[in-house]
């Protein structure tokens, strides 16, 4: 058998290996997601938005170089590039939509949850203060 015989693959091996490379893009969009919420809660600076992003694409790299290795025979093939950035997109504009909203909802509820209880433990403070144990001015000076 000559090397480019080895090399071929066959219709009946790449077609699973391309659907794989589409749903390892939509885990992988599922992993950005990780990285998205959080920027979703709180203000990063532009250089923690920087390092996640680098991670993030590092994440990638080596998802496609292991998936390479182990599914096309050790070799990086230009369909499953583009089939995991389209899984990946397609994760993006349908479920992470859903998934993203979903996380806005609760974050958002956090905050209102949060500013409540700040309220309320503030009043519960000041209402402790004007007790006459803790009143200084009723106090005799010694």
Request: charged share 20%.
């Amino acid at each position: 058998m000559s090397p480019a015989e080895e090399l071929y693959m066959g219709v009946g091996r790449e077609l699973p290996a391309a659907l794989l490379a589409f749903l390892l893009g939509g885990v992988l969009g599922g992993v950005y997601e990780l990285f998205r919420t959080p920027r979703a809660a709180s203000r990063h600076p532009a250089a923690a938005v920087f390092a996640e992003d680098i991670i993030f694409c590092l994440i990638f790299a080596v998802s496609y170089y292991s998936f390479s290795v182990q599914v096309t025979m050790g070799i990086m093939r230009l369909y499953s590039l583009v089939l995991m950035l389209l899984g990946f997109f397609a994760y993006l504009w349908t479920l992470g939509r859903a998934v993203s909203k979903i996380a806005d909802t609760i974050i958002r509820g956090g905050r209102i949850a949060a500013d409540f209880l700040g309220k309320m433990f503030k009043k519960a403070t000041e209402h402790l203060y004007t007790m006459p144990l803790f009143d200084k001015s009723s106090k005799k000076a010694d």
